[in-house]
Protein backbone atom coordinates (compact mmCIF):
# COMPACT_ATOMS: atom_id res chain seq x y z
CA UNK A 1 0.00 0.00 0.00
CA UNK A 2 1.40 3.23 -1.05
CA UNK A 3 1.52 5.73 2.63
CA UNK A 4 -0.94 8.55 2.20
CA UNK A 5 -0.18 10.58 4.70
CA UNK A 6 -1.91 12.88 6.85
CA UNK A 7 -1.04 14.83 9.56
CA UNK A 8 -2.29 16.37 13.14
CA UNK A 9 0.15 18.68 14.63
CA UNK A 10 -0.68 21.45 17.26
CA UNK A 11 2.64 23.16 17.31
CA UNK A 12 6.20 23.60 15.46
CA UNK A 13 5.62 20.71 13.01
CA UNK A 14 9.74 19.92 13.36
CA UNK A 15 8.68 16.13 12.72
CA UNK A 16 6.56 16.55 9.93
CA UNK A 17 8.80 19.21 8.21
CA UNK A 18 11.81 16.19 8.39
CA UNK A 19 9.21 13.89 7.04
CA UNK A 20 8.37 15.95 3.57
CA UNK A 21 11.93 16.39 3.68
CA UNK A 22 12.68 12.98 3.45
CA UNK A 23 10.08 12.37 0.65
CA UNK A 24 11.03 15.26 -1.43
CA UNK A 25 14.40 13.48 -1.73
CA UNK A 26 13.02 10.38 -2.13
CA UNK A 27 14.23 8.71 0.98
CA UNK A 28 11.00 7.75 1.97
CA UNK A 29 8.02 6.57 -1.12
CA UNK A 30 4.79 8.45 0.20
CA UNK A 31 2.53 11.01 -0.49
CA UNK A 32 2.01 13.89 1.73
CA UNK A 33 -1.53 14.92 1.36
CA UNK A 34 -3.09 17.36 4.97
CA UNK A 35 -1.64 18.86 7.51
CA UNK A 36 -4.69 19.32 10.09
CA UNK A 37 -4.24 21.43 13.20
CA UNK A 38 -6.31 22.14 16.50
CA UNK A 39 -4.63 25.77 17.10
CA UNK A 40 -4.76 28.37 14.36
CA UNK A 41 -1.07 29.36 15.11
CA UNK A 42 0.46 26.11 14.64
CA UNK A 43 4.21 26.88 12.63
CA UNK A 44 3.04 23.44 11.37
CA UNK A 45 0.36 25.28 9.27
CA UNK A 46 2.85 27.77 8.12
CA UNK A 47 5.79 24.80 6.85
CA UNK A 48 3.11 22.74 5.28
CA UNK A 49 1.58 25.54 3.77
CA UNK A 50 5.01 26.92 1.98
CA UNK A 51 5.18 23.11 0.96
CA UNK A 52 1.70 23.38 -0.54
CA UNK A 53 0.45 20.49 1.84
CA UNK A 54 -3.47 21.43 2.07
CA UNK A 55 -4.20 22.60 5.72
CA UNK A 56 -7.29 22.38 8.01
CA UNK A 57 -7.89 24.21 11.22
CA UNK A 58 -10.44 21.98 13.39
CA UNK A 59 -11.13 22.51 17.02
CA UNK A 60 -14.26 23.44 18.92
CA UNK A 61 -14.46 26.72 17.75
CA UNK A 62 -14.30 25.97 13.93
CA UNK A 63 -16.29 22.65 14.31
CA UNK A 64 -18.96 22.77 17.12
CA UNK A 65 -19.86 19.41 18.09
CA UNK A 66 -18.47 17.75 14.56
CA UNK A 67 -14.46 17.59 15.21
CA UNK A 68 -14.13 13.98 14.82
CA UNK A 69 -16.70 13.72 11.88
CA UNK A 70 -14.89 16.61 10.30
CA UNK A 71 -11.50 15.63 10.68
CA UNK A 72 -12.17 12.07 9.62
CA UNK A 73 -13.78 13.50 6.24
CA UNK A 74 -10.87 15.68 5.94
CA UNK A 75 -8.11 13.12 6.34
CA UNK A 76 -10.39 10.83 3.82
CA UNK A 77 -11.35 13.69 1.49
CA UNK A 78 -7.38 13.88 0.91
CA UNK A 79 -7.17 10.33 0.20
CA UNK A 80 -4.96 9.89 3.55
CA UNK A 81 -4.78 5.89 4.51
CA UNK A 82 -1.74 6.36 7.48
CA UNK A 83 -2.34 8.63 10.23
CA UNK A 84 0.66 10.79 11.84
CA UNK A 85 0.30 12.77 14.68
CA UNK A 86 3.74 14.81 15.12
CA UNK A 87 3.06 16.76 18.24
CA UNK A 88 -0.83 16.41 18.12
CA UNK A 89 -1.60 17.85 22.19
CA UNK A 90 -5.31 16.39 21.74
CA UNK A 91 -6.72 13.04 22.49
CA UNK A 92 -8.18 11.35 19.12
CA UNK A 93 -11.04 9.78 19.59
CA UNK A 94 -12.23 6.47 18.84
CA UNK A 95 -14.10 6.60 16.21
CA UNK A 96 -11.26 8.66 13.95
CA UNK A 97 -9.07 6.02 14.97
CA UNK A 98 -11.36 2.94 13.99
CA UNK A 99 -11.56 5.26 11.10
CA UNK A 100 -8.45 4.49 9.30
CA UNK A 101 -8.29 0.92 10.80
CA UNK A 102 -5.56 1.72 13.31
CA UNK A 103 -2.89 3.53 10.82
CA UNK A 104 -2.55 5.82 13.16
CA UNK A 105 1.00 6.78 14.83
CA UNK A 106 2.34 9.40 17.13
CA UNK A 107 5.61 9.65 18.01
CA UNK A 108 6.92 10.49 22.19
CA UNK A 109 9.55 12.17 23.77
CA UNK A 110 10.79 9.66 26.25
CA UNK A 111 11.35 5.75 26.24
CA UNK A 112 7.54 4.31 26.41
CA UNK A 113 5.94 2.26 28.46
CA UNK A 114 8.04 4.80 30.76
CA UNK A 115 7.24 8.66 31.08
CA UNK A 116 3.75 8.44 29.37
CA UNK A 117 0.44 9.53 30.12
CA UNK A 118 -1.20 12.26 31.27
CA UNK A 119 1.03 15.34 31.79
CA UNK A 120 3.77 13.94 30.49
CA UNK A 121 5.07 15.82 27.75
CA UNK A 122 7.41 18.46 26.66
CA UNK A 123 9.58 19.78 29.49
CA UNK A 124 7.88 17.47 32.31
CA UNK A 125 9.04 14.50 30.54
CA UNK A 126 13.08 15.54 30.15
CA UNK A 127 12.76 16.98 33.97
CA UNK A 128 11.81 13.69 35.31
CA UNK A 129 14.01 11.34 33.57
CA UNK A 130 17.01 13.40 35.06
CA UNK A 131 15.10 13.69 38.69
CA UNK A 132 15.08 9.71 38.34
CA UNK A 133 18.36 9.47 37.25
CA UNK A 134 17.78 7.83 34.14
CA UNK A 135 21.14 7.08 32.30
CA UNK A 136 19.55 6.89 28.89
CA UNK A 137 16.50 7.96 27.40
CA UNK A 138 14.90 8.62 23.51
CA UNK A 139 12.06 8.75 21.65
CA UNK A 140 9.14 5.99 20.70
CA UNK A 141 7.03 5.48 18.07
CA UNK A 142 3.81 3.87 18.76
CA UNK A 143 0.52 3.19 17.25
CA UNK A 144 -2.22 4.96 19.03
CA UNK A 145 -5.39 3.76 21.04
CA UNK A 146 -8.38 5.61 23.25
CA UNK A 147 -5.56 5.97 25.94
CA UNK A 148 -2.63 8.56 26.50
CA UNK A 149 0.79 7.24 25.03
CA UNK A 150 -0.07 3.49 25.58
CA UNK A 151 -0.72 1.42 22.09
CA UNK A 152 1.61 -0.60 20.56
CA UNK A 153 5.21 -0.04 20.62
CA UNK A 154 6.66 0.20 16.85
CA UNK A 155 9.84 1.15 17.28
CA UNK A 156 12.66 3.31 19.95
CA UNK A 157 15.59 5.43 19.33
CA UNK A 158 17.90 5.73 22.66
CA UNK A 159 20.59 8.57 23.48
CA UNK A 160 22.60 8.51 26.73
CA UNK A 161 22.31 11.04 29.28
CA UNK A 162 25.58 12.37 29.78
CA UNK A 163 25.95 14.33 33.52
CA UNK A 164 25.71 18.06 32.12
CA UNK A 165 22.46 17.22 30.44
CA UNK A 166 19.82 19.52 31.23
CA UNK A 167 15.96 19.24 30.37
CA UNK A 168 16.58 21.26 27.72
CA UNK A 169 19.35 19.95 26.22
CA UNK A 170 17.91 16.35 26.29
CA UNK A 171 14.94 17.46 24.89
CA UNK A 172 17.13 19.21 21.71
CA UNK A 173 18.83 15.53 21.62
CA UNK A 174 15.79 13.79 21.38
CA UNK A 175 13.96 15.83 18.97
CA UNK A 176 17.03 15.34 16.67
CA UNK A 177 16.47 11.60 16.74
CA UNK A 178 12.64 12.01 16.52
CA UNK A 179 13.68 13.22 13.44
CA UNK A 180 15.39 10.51 12.16
CA UNK A 181 12.95 7.89 13.38
CA UNK A 182 9.92 8.83 12.19
CA UNK A 183 10.97 8.17 8.62
CA UNK A 184 13.29 5.29 9.36
CA UNK A 185 9.33 3.52 10.84
CA UNK A 186 7.53 4.99 7.95
CA UNK A 187 9.99 3.15 5.55
CA UNK A 188 9.49 0.13 7.96
CA UNK A 189 6.01 0.11 7.00
CA UNK A 190 5.87 0.65 3.33
CA UNK A 191 8.14 -2.17 3.22
CA UNK A 192 5.95 -4.13 4.92
CA UNK A 193 8.81 -4.76 8.04
CA UNK A 194 6.06 -3.13 10.59
CA UNK A 195 2.73 -4.94 9.69
CA UNK A 196 -0.77 -3.84 11.19
CA UNK A 197 -3.31 -6.58 11.54
C1 LIG B 1 7.93 16.10 19.84
O1 LIG B 1 8.86 16.13 20.88
C2 LIG B 1 7.06 14.87 19.97
O2 LIG B 1 7.71 13.79 20.54
C3 LIG B 1 5.97 15.35 20.88
O3 LIG B 1 5.75 16.69 20.52
C4 LIG B 1 6.93 17.24 19.94
C5 LIG B 1 6.53 17.77 18.60
O4 LIG B 1 7.54 18.52 18.00
N1 LIG B 1 4.81 14.50 20.76
P1 LIG B 1 7.30 19.12 16.54
O5 LIG B 1 5.98 19.88 16.56
O6 LIG B 1 7.29 17.98 15.57
O7 LIG B 1 8.46 20.05 16.33
Redesign the pocket.
Known sequence: MTLNLGFL?????????AIIKNVIENKLDANICVCISNNTDAF?LTRAKQHNIPIYVINEKTYPNAVDNTIINTLKKHNANTII????MKKLAKEVIDAFDCRVL????ALLPKYGGKGM??MNIHKAVIDNGETITG?TIHQVNNLYDDGRILAQKTIPILNNDTPQTI?DK??TI?HILYTETLIKIANNEIKFP
Open positions: CSHSGSNMEALAGYNIHPYGAAVLE
